[in-house]
């Protein structure tokens, strides 16, 4: 099985930035889609950002313009920065490796954003 460790989170000021890697313990192409989820207390998993293995990317509207999702193939790596924080991404952060119907996660990371 494919096993996948985030790594980067930390306490933050809000307006600052953060960066998450996520290490692919296998090939990263054992997976069509990587992507990285956060749950806050009390709330649903998230999607926030993803990236194919096409090349494509995906953020939810709450990340735009702030959060970017990138890729080293070669390291078997997937990033998160995360730039312009805000107390509202305070949150344990996931790495998701997911083919077709099966997906893998990682331990998680937490992030915590002060005000």
């Known amino acids: 099985q494919v096993q996948l460790m985030e790594s980067g989170g930390g306490l933050v000021q809000a307006g600052g930035s953060l960066s998450l890697s996520c290490v692919v313990f296998?090939?990263?192409?054992?997976?069509?889609?990587m992507g990285w989820y956060r749950q806050a207390p009390g709330k649903q998993r998230e999607l926030v950002a993803s990236?194919?293995?096409?090349?494509?990317?995906n953020y939810v509207e709450s990340v735009k313009g702030r959060f970017t999702i990138s890729r080293d193939n070669a390291k078997n790596t997937v990033y998160l920065q995360m730039n312009s924080l805000k107390p509202e991404d305070t949150a344990v952060y996931y790495c998701?490796?997911?083919?077709?119907?099966?997906?893998?996660w990682g331990q998680g990371t937490q992030v915590t954003v002060s005000s």
């Open positions: 998701n490796g997911r083919l077709g119907s099966f997906n893998s």
């Open positions: 296998g090939s990263i192409f054992s997976f069509d889609r």
């Open positions: 990236s194919t293995s096409r090349g494509s990317t």
